[in-house]
């Protein structure tokens, strides 16, 4: 499933402010204090290609840019985070999502937690767009890879897997502490943990601590069709993140046909009920979390079950192909009213 640029998009890359650091702090602080520099760089840009629609993503970041920019119509794609979070980071986070959302003609998200935010910030409903972002076709082609397995020697073993980023709002260590109960009971499972992050250096050291390093692999960063061929050669999915929209991880988990574990917070509640599609468990609980894991090790059937409805939940709700052409559709539409506007002012 190799990813390609089509010979029809041509891709402009302005000059950063320095370049990316390993510590988010301090990467996210180069990036504040870049912000004058990046609109700078994005305005030239758009005044070269002189677009008829712009696209931006993340609200705080490249959607304040393309508003100080001032460049219309503006098309929003928000990403979770940015609505579900920043706003309460700080006033000049949410002056920020603010001044996004209010350039916006259309605002895209994934979950109904985040229109009922943007509702709550006075966003009206007919400016958003809400449908999950996943591509059943491109998930088809995944096949499963047991590279990683066999490398670990781990075929006969059961593997539940994590691939969120180490950062506080995934909180990876939730999942780290509850091994210790899991293995305890079931010394036959391993743990996968892809990603990486801020925090990978104090999770590593976590497990040291916790004597568990034999039955845990981190696997760092590795790229998306890999990522999913692994995935798909797991057991259990788990995700522990305390904020989230719907979770393009956990929608692909589903498709692939894994039981998850999850907490239980908006975004997933949305996709998922107890016991018939998946179980709960809640923020930062890792006995919670254990007790999930250990439930699903010891009743296989009720896991291959969950994973069945799971499964067939995703493929009768998600219709990739529909939802993107009715948001080129509605684009399309918006472009064209822009047009006819400008022209009547004109005249």
Same mark, same amino acid.
């Given at each position: ?101 209010? &350039? ?6 994934? *979950? /109904?937690?985040?229109?009922?935010? @943007? +509702?709550?910030?006075? $966003? ?116 522990? &993140? ?6 393009? *991880? /956990?929608?692909?988990?589903?498709? @692939? +046909?894994?039981?998850? $574990? ?86």
């Amino acid at each position: 499933m190799a990813h390609t640029i089509p010979e029809s998009v041509r891709v402009v890359e302005p000059r950063d402010f320095g370049k990316p650091i390993g510590n988010l702090k301090v990467n996210n602080l180069r990036i504040a204090v870049a912000t004058p520099w990046r609109i700078l760089q994005l305005a030239r840009c758009l005044d070269f290609i002189k677009p008829d629609i712009f696209v931006a993503s993340y609200a705080t970041t490249y959607g304040f840019y393309a508003s100080a920019c001032g460049w219309k119509p503006l098309i929003l794609l928000c990403w979770g985070s940015d609505i579900l979070v920043d706003p309460n980071r700080s006033i000049l986070h949410r002056y920020l999502v603010k001044r996004a959302i209010r &350039s916006a003609k259309i605002i895209a998200v994934d *979950s /109904l937690n985040m229109e009922s935010a @943007l +509702g709550s910030m006075g $966003v009206p409903k007919e400016k958003i767009m809400c449908f999950p972002w996943l591509n059943q076709r491109l998930l088809q082609e995944i096949l499963p890879d047991q590279t990683l397995r066999r490398q670990l020697n781990w075929q006969d073993k059961v593997v539940v897997v994590s691939v969120r980023m180490h950062e506080p709002i995934y909180s990876i260590d939730t999942l780290i502490r509850a091994i210790p109960e899991v293995v305890s009971q079931h010394p036959n499972v391993r743990f996968l943990i892809f990603g990486y992050g801020s925090l990978t250096s104090q999770l590593v050291k976590l497990v040291r601590e916790l004597g568990i390093e034999s039955f845990v692999h981190f696997a760092g960063t590795v790229p998306r069709e890999d990522l999913l061929a692994n995935m798909k050669e797991c057991d259990i999915y788990v995700a522990t &993140s305390v904020s989230d929209s719907s979770s393009t *991880s /956990l929608l692909e988990a589903m498709f @692939l +046909g894994l039981p998850v $574990v999850v907490t239980h917070i908006p975004g997933n509640t949305e996709w998922i009920s107890y016991g018939v599609d998946g179980l709960f468990f809640d923020k930062e609980d890792s006995k919670g979390l254990a007790k999930a894991i250990t439930r699903l090790l010891s009743n296989p059937a009720e896991a291959q079950n969950l994973a069945r409805n799971a499964q067939r939940l995703v493929q009768e709700r998600i219709d990739w192909k529909r939802s993107s052409e009715e948001f080129i559709k509605r684009i399309s539409y918006e472009v064209h009213a822009d047009t006819q506007q400008l022209s009547r002012s004109k005249s």
